[in-house]
């Protein structure tokens, strides 16, 4: 037994906060997809399943042994992982065409969405971490699955119901802002990314909402299409902006010890390439194609070095148990 308790401590200490690493692998096969690497997006896509059902068995666990933890946990930011996590694998779901998988977690991500989203923001505080924008990227997750479904099997309610999420996100993000501690663009360690990563996968939201409408299934009038447009187009430009400056910081100020929330890293920039590639296809816009391309193996990179660093603390850990 005495060889079992280090690495569950190991294990306990990286929860609600790994729900990250989910969000990370699935949108990295999200961005392999559309990059037109199917293969090694399959794969990507494989590691985020075992993840994520891996952390879902944990929370029933917790859920059912220790409710007074699961609750303390449940009102922090890193809680809102598990709504983002679960539409991010079904929106990859949706394009591999399984699309009745992807609508039971949709289905299943907006159960958790409300309640969560209340506990946690009835619980923040100022001078709070990156992981605050959680609530806009946990918002806008269940959006960009809803839009996608929606195009996928030609449902107007959905684009609509995704419409309303799309801008209930974008205030979730204004709520935010004044409450994060700009210092962690300096000092964070990692999860800084996700003010950056919330107006990408806002934009992302915004470009689904953009190719949902067709002639199968009209839903903008033109002044609509016109305002959401712009709209997309510009959280894009804010994202890529956010992701210069977080570049910058981690360059001036160097944070090469590894943490859990470094995979908060990752997926902002897996969110930044998705939301490049799918605001270029929904616009019709040629100049973002190439560097979502490019962005999308820089992603891979950073996927890899923090898969690395992982590695190496759990080794760490199970060495602990000997």
Known sequence: ??????????????????????????????????????????????????????????????????????????????????????????????????????????????????????????????????????????????????????????????????????????????????????????QGPGDQWVAGGALAISALAGARLLAADSARLYLWNDDDQGVLRVVTVALLVLDLAWYVVLLAAEVAWPRPRYDVRRWSTVFPMGMTATATLSVAAAVGGAWPRWPGRVLVWVTVAAWLTVAAGAAADARAALRKTR
């Open 1 to 186: 037994m005495s060889g079992i308790s280090p690495l569950r401590g190991w294990w306990a200490q990286r929860l609600p906060a790994a729900g990250a690493a989910v969000m990370a692998t699935g949108i990295m096969s999200v961005g392999l997809h559309l990059a037109g690497a199917e293969t090694v997006s399959r794969v990507a896509l494989v590691l985020a399943c075992v993840m994520w059902a891996a952390l879902a068995a944990d929370f029933v666990v917790r859920l059912a042994r220790d409710r007074l933890r699961w609750a303390r946990e449940a009102r922090t930011p890193g809680a809102l992982t598990a709504v983002a996590a679960t539409t991010v694998l079904g929106t990859r779901f949706s394009a591999l065409g399984w699309q009745t998988l992807a609508e039971a977690l949709l289905a299943l991500s907006v159960a958790l969405w409300l309640p969560l989203l209340v506990l946690v923001v009835r619980h923040w505080k100022p001078r709070m971490p990156g992981a605050v924008f959680l609530a806009c990227v946990a918002t806008q997750g269940p959006a960009v699955l809803g839009a996608t479904l929606a195009a996928a099997v030609t449902t107007a309610w959905l684009a609509h119901l995704s419409l309303v999420l799309f801008w209930v996100g974008l205030a979730m993000y204004g709520l935010a802002v004044p409450r994060f501690e700009w210092r962690q663009i300096a």
